[in-house]
T-cell receptor
Framework: RKEVEQDPGPFNVPEGATVAFNCTYS??????FFWYRQDCRKEPKLLMS???SGNEDGRFTAQLNRASQYISLLIRDSKLSDSATYLC?????????FGKGTMLLVSP | DAGVIQSPRHEVTEMGQEVTLRCKPI?????LFWYRQTMMRGLELLIY????????DSGMPEDRFSAKMPNASFSTLKIQPSEPRDSAVYFC??????????FGSGTRLTVV
């Protein structure tokens, strides 16, 4: 079983839509959780951390369910500029383990 | 702050040649990571240094790969001899322990 699994997509949505991505992880000892965003031919960049209580940053909401080892990201009111690959990331000690990413394409 | 600096940005080489990728971490960061990204396998951790000491090199694919960190401001990843299956984007990242994780722009390696 892969350590971090994501649906590769692509998710094709119109501007203004709400879209949700899910991720599962296998290591129950994982300590921290993040969503990263990667634009085409660019490096990954931190989008937001994920906390058990759930957290929101503008149009983005992240949730963590430790019991189910499941992480989600919700994007409301999608913009064209949200088109990218979203990487689910978990940490054990100081290293990050990345999922292969979910591609989002937002169209006019 | 200039961020994590990698060189070269692009490298095209012939099979069998030696390739050296370079990374300058963010000043003050004590951890440095080398990743490889391909379509098939995604982002894979190759090796991780803490305070210039290699901590985990279990991701290094084989003996053809080696990495060094002679001081806090410089690291190299060397492939000798290179093979076409080594073609990928190689990212360096640095952090303060597990905080402030920042990636460089990557080196796109093509081995023909």
């Amino acid at each position: 079983r892969k350590e971090v699994e994501q649906d590769p997509g692509p998710f094709n949505v119109p501007e203004g839509a709400t879209v949700a991505f899910n991720c599962t992880y296998s290591n129950s000892a994982s300590q921290s959780f993040f969503w990263y965003r990667q634009d085409c031919r660019k490096e990954p960049k931190l989008l937001m951390s994920v906390y058990s209580s759930g957290n929101e940053d503008g149009r983005f909401t992240a949730q963590l369910n430790r019991a189910s080892q499941y992480i989600s990201l919700l994007i409301r009111d999608s913009k064209l500029s949200d088109s990218a690959t979203y990487l689910c990331v978990v940490t054990s000690y100081s290293t990050l383990t990345f999922g292969k990413g979910t591609m989002l394409l937002v169209s006019p | 702050d200039a961020g994590v600096i990698q060189s070269p940005r692009h490298e095209v080489t012939e099979m069998g040649q030696e390739v050296t990728l370079r990374c300058k971490p963010i000043s003050g960061h004590n951890s440095l990571f080398w990743y490889r990204q391909t379509m098939m396998r995604g982002l894979e951790l190759l090796i991780y240094f803490n305070n210039n000491v290699p901590i985990d090199d279990s991701g290094m694919p084989e003996d053809r790969f080696s990495a060094k960190m002679p001081n806090a401001s410089f690291s190299t990843l060397k492939i000798q001899p290179s093979e076409p299956r080594d073609s990928a984007v190689y990212f360096c990242a640095s952090s303060v322990d597990s905080y402030g994780y920042t990636f460089g722009s990557g080196t796109r390696l093509t081995v023909v």
